[in-house]
């Protein structure tokens, strides 16, 4: 499965440069989804229990390391985008720990 707009993630790795383990979390997440062709979303959950299905279209946000790094990630059939990525602190000004706000947020940027 193709992960599309890794620049995302990339331009969040140089904020955190000297974080080794979050890079470490960030590669290993690319890999994971460029090697994987999960069928389903039970098997993305499956395959990374640190996935939590915030949204019924098929976003995700990924947990990373104690950085606490959110990555809310489009799954679909054979292509999977990166939406957004931040730490926690910018997780709860932007999306106030709330699925409603992420469906807003979600609905504001067109992605659904």
Same mark, same amino acid.
């Given at each position: 499965? !193709?992960? %599309?707009?890794?620049?995302?993630?990339?331009?969040?790795?140089?904020?955190?440069?000297?974080? !080794?383990?979050?890079?470490? %979390?960030?590669?290993?997440?690319?890999?994971?989804?460029? #090697?994987?062709?999960?069928? #389903?979303?039970?098997?993305?959950?499956? /395959? !990374? &229990? *640190? %996935?939590?299905?915030?949204?019924? *279209?098929?976003? =995700?946000?990924? &947990?990373?390391?104690?950085? !606490?790094?959110?990555?809310?990630?489009?799954?679909?059939?054979?292509? /999977?985008?990166?939406?957004?990525?931040?730490?926690?602190? /910018? =997780?709860?000004?932007?999306?106030?720990?709330?699925? &409603?706000?992420?469906?807003?947020?979600?609905?504001?940027?067109?992605?659904?």
């Amino acid at each position: 499965m !193709r992960l %599309a707009n890794q620049k995302l993630l990339i331009k969040h790795l140089r904020k955190n440069k000297v974080n !080794r383990l979050l890079e470490a %979390a960030v590669r290993k997440l690319i890999e994971d989804f460029e #090697s994987n062709e999960w069928k #389903s979303p039970k098997k993305l959950l499956k /395959s !990374r &229990n *640190d %996935a939590d299905k915030v949204h019924p *279209d098929g976003f =995700y946000f990924f &947990n990373l390391t104690e950085h !606490r790094t959110m990555i809310l990630i489009e799954f679909g059939d054979s292509e /999977s985008t990166v939406v957004w990525c931040g730490d926690h602190k /910018s =997780y709860e000004l932007t999306f106030k720990n709330n699925k &409603n706000t992420i469906g807003k947020w979600l609905k504001t940027k067109n992605w659904i």
